[in-house]
């Protein structure tokens, strides 16, 4: 079974602050990719980053970085220096490999930068 | 810019009638998804179709029914409404089965059934 779960339901931090949010994925693929997806309170979902299982490398942009780790099936997103627009719902989602569409997502973690 | 656009932003409808939600995109894409998202769950996959009259069931089917006559155009139906329906629901496209495509998602519709 494919499974992704965010068990931060809801973070509170001051601006400036480093914030880390993670995630931790289930699936017996090995072929598989993972998202980091933003939903700022307009609504809409705005992709961040796509990971496929072969590629371990962690990835830094800007003030985001992630970091995936197959030892552990964790993919954590952190955002350095956070600021008040980086306030949103976060979301973290698997698609397996093959000709499926499927993406299956986390239940999103609520982050509340403070000025 | 690229676009999934979704007719609605707020419905309110009664317990009992027919609904439509529209989600159309200007991409070209083959692959549309309806998602319904509610707190506590994340999204859920109700239907998504591959081509023009081809869809497929998701994890939350019941209760939902979807056309697709256009490429560009998706709607998902809820042909008696219920309270348990009340959601937000998030339309999806993506290009194609290539495994790097992304998806692009709409604004939402926000359908509250009274």
């Known amino acids: 079974a494919q499974k992704v779960t965010q068990a931060q339901t809801e973070i509170s931090v001051v601006e400036k602050e480093d914030v880390t949010l993670d995630c931790v994925y289930e699936?017996?693929?090995?072929?598989?990719?993972l998202f980091w997806y933003k939903q700022p309170p307009s609504g809409e979902l705005v992709f961040l980053i796509r990971?496929?299982?072969?590629?371990?490398q962690n990835e830094i942009s800007g003030r985001y970085s992630w970091n995936f780790q197959k030892s552990t099936s964790s993919f954590n997103f952190t955002i350095t220096a956070s600021q008040v627009v980086d306030s949103a719902v976060y979301f973290c989602?698997?698609?397996?490999?093959?000709?499926?569409?499927?993406?299956?997502f986390g239940t999103g973690t609520l982050l509340a930068v403070q000025p | 810019d690229v676009k999934v656009t979704q007719s609605s932003r707020y419905l309110v409808k009664r317990t009992g009638e027919k609904v439509f939600l529209e989600c159309v995109q200007d991409?070209?894409?083959?692959?549309m998804f309806w998602y319904r998202q509610d707190p506590g769950l994340g999204l859920r996959l109700i239907y998504f179709?591959?081509?023009?009259?081809?869809?497929e069931k998701g994890d939350i089917p019941e209760g939902y029914s979807v056309s697709r006559e256009k490429k560009e155009r998706f709607s998902l139906i809820l042909e008696s409404a219920s309270t348990n329906q009340t959601s937000m629901y998030l339309c999806?496209?993506?290009?194609?089965?290539?495994?790097?495509?992304?998806?692009?998602f709409g604004s939402g519709t926000r359908l509250t059934v009274v």
């Open positions: 990971r496929n299982s072969f590629d371990e």
């Open positions: 999806a496209s993506r290009r194609g089965q290539t495994q790097n495509y992304g998806y692009t």
């Open positions: 699936t017996r693929d090995t072929t598989y990719y």
């Open positions: 179709s591959y081509d023009v009259k081809m869809k």
């Open positions: 989602a698997l698609r397996r490999g093959g000709a499926t569409n499927k993406l299956i």
């Open positions: 991409m070209d894409h083959e692959n």
